[in-house]
């Protein structure tokens, strides 16, 4: 079974730019969470999403944004990128039972 | 909130000695405490698992205990061998995905 994947692996961006991620979680999942990862704040809750609607959000400005299409998919976005939003960019998929599955993640860079 | 504290955030072992990093959580309706084992450059693996109705858990050279009373949960590597070495993170959850809480990571570094 096909684990959780993101794309892209990595990428670099400039302030103000915006950047789109996408996940495609594990077959079956229906729950894609977004989590930003840094060295100084550990794992940081962005949001869930459950059968294409926002099921839960975390303290993120509205900036970051996301959205899960039919086939469980997902995308987030981030505009007006900053600096402080250098991270790893992680998507976890979940079964019915609560158990996260991680992907590989995406790095982003902003300079 | 619920809120979790992961001890220590670094640990050195000789190989084939065993680790223990320790979690505490504070919110009683916690019932899931998942640990996940995070290697360079890749993202966080789920590596063992415990429910609240359980109050240990084994998967070969990894184990789980679970003390409910006092709210703390620990993980145990015996044997420790170099591919051991990674972050950890210990979490606690009320079942649901998003209400996932991690701890701060544990950096396990096995001496040869």
């Known amino acids: 079974k096909a684990g959780v994947t993101q794309t892209p692996r990595y990428l670099i961006k400039t302030r103000g730019q915006q950047v789109t991620l996408s996940c495609s979680p594990i077959s079956g999942h229906r729950s894609v969470s977004w989590y930003q990862q840094t060295p100084g704040q550990g794992l940081q809750f962005l949001f869930e999403?459950?059968?294409?609607?926002?099921?839960n959000k975390g303290n993120f400005p509205g900036r970051f944004s996301g959205r899960q299409f039919s086939n469980s998919r997902s995308e987030m976005n981030v505009s007006t990128l900053e600096l402080g939003d250098s991270a790893l960019y992680l998507c976890?998929?979940?079964?019915?039972?609560?158990?996260?599955?991680f992907g590989e993640g995406s790095r982003l860079t902003v300079l | 909130g619920e809120n979790v504290e992961q001890h220590p955030s670094t640990l050195s072992v000789q190989e084939g000695d065993s680790a223990v990093i320790k979690c505490t959580y504070s919110?009683?309706?916690?019932?899931?405490f998942p640990w996940y084992k995070q290697e360079l450059g890749k993202g966080p693996q789920l590596i063992i698992d415990?429910?609240?109705?359980?109050g240990e858990k084994k998967d070969q050279r990894i184990a789980v205990t679970l003390n409910k009373t006092a709210k703390h949960f620990s993980l145990h590597i015996t044997e420790t061998q170099p591919e051991d070495s990674a972050v950890y993170f210990c979490?606690?959850?009320?079942?649901?995905?998003?209400?996932?809480?991690f701890g701060s990571g544990t950096r396990l570094s096995i001496r040869p």
């Open positions: 919110d009683s309706a916690s019932n899931y």
């Open positions: 999403y459950f059968s294409e609607t926002q099921r």
């Open positions: 976890a998929s979940s079964s019915s039972t609560g158990e996260l599955f």
């Open positions: 415990i429910r609240s109705n359980v």
């Open positions: 979490a606690a959850s009320e079942g649901s995905a998003s209400k996932i809480i």
